[in-house]
């Protein structure tokens, strides 16, 4: 069945880095567009990164430019979130998940179960 | 960068219609997408595009959109609807970036 499945997420001083990973299964993964969301603690979604199909392009949002790289692996079926100098406020459950359909009209159709990010020291 | 506006929390009586709203500059020539999220759970797509429903998703579920609103109807509500609903969309700065709403919590009585 088509699947993600997150790993990577723990406990990280602040300044430190962390690297996810999104395992994709079930689908073929070089055809979508994957993004990372995140979600603080009793706080609502935030878009993170999104990276094209082929990785040829990729877009971060303000709040982690400069800190945090999106990219993949399609021999592997794998997508990444590189997170450097990690803030307190990065604390979240992180997502990834499969964009499906036009730039315009698609959505986000698959979703991984998240994975844990703590920054503390 | 840009936002999008949703009302905190809203309540329908079991088996009324239930409108959530989303505004915002970017929805005036972007679609929104919707996304059901319980608690400790993964976010679900429920609407995309002009009004598109993802497979398994009930026909209760509808969307629309004019000007710079888009909007998440619930017609019939059932008690599995309570959750947390978020809508999504591009930034209208035009670099691809996304954004999503503020979330609605959605209560069924």
């Known amino acids: 069945q088509v699947q993600l499945v997150e790993s990577g997420g723990g406990v990280v001083q602040p300044g430190r880095s962390l690297r996810l990973s999104c395992a994709a299964s079930g689908f073929t993964f070089s055809s979508n567009g994957m993004h990372w969301v995140r979600q603080a603690p009793g706080k609502g979604l935030e878009w993170v990164a999104v990276i094209w199909y082929d990785g040829s392009r990729k877009y971060h949002a303000e709040s982690v430019k400069g800190r945090f790289t999106i990219s993949r692996d399609n021999s592997k079926n794998m997508l990444y979130l590189q997170m450097d100098s990690l803030r307190a406020e990065d604390t979240a459950v992180y997502y990834c998940a499969r964009w499906s359909g036009g730039d315009a009209d698609g959505g986000l159709d698959v979703w991984g179960q998240g994975t844990t990010v703590t920054v503390s020291s | 960068s840009s936002e999008l506006t949703q009302d905190p929390a809203v309540s329908v009586a079991l088996g009324q219609i239930v409108r959530i709203t989303c505004q915002g500059d970017?929805?005036?020539?972007?679609?929104a997408s919707w996304y059901q999220q319980k608690p400790g759970q993964a976010p679900v797509l429920v609407i995309y595009g002009k009004n598109n429903r993802p497979s398994g998703i009930p026909d209760r579920f509808s969307g629309s959109s004019s000007g710079n609103t888009a909007s998440l109807t619930i017609t019939g509500a059932q008690a599995e609807d309570e959750a947390d609903y978020y809508c999504?969309?591009?930034?209208?700065?035009?670099?691809?970036?996304?954004?999503f709403g503020t979330g609605t919590k959605v209560t069924v009585l």
């Open positions: 999504n969309s591009r930034d209208s700065s035009g670099d691809h970036l996304r954004v």
């Open positions: 970017s929805l005036r020539n972007y679609y």
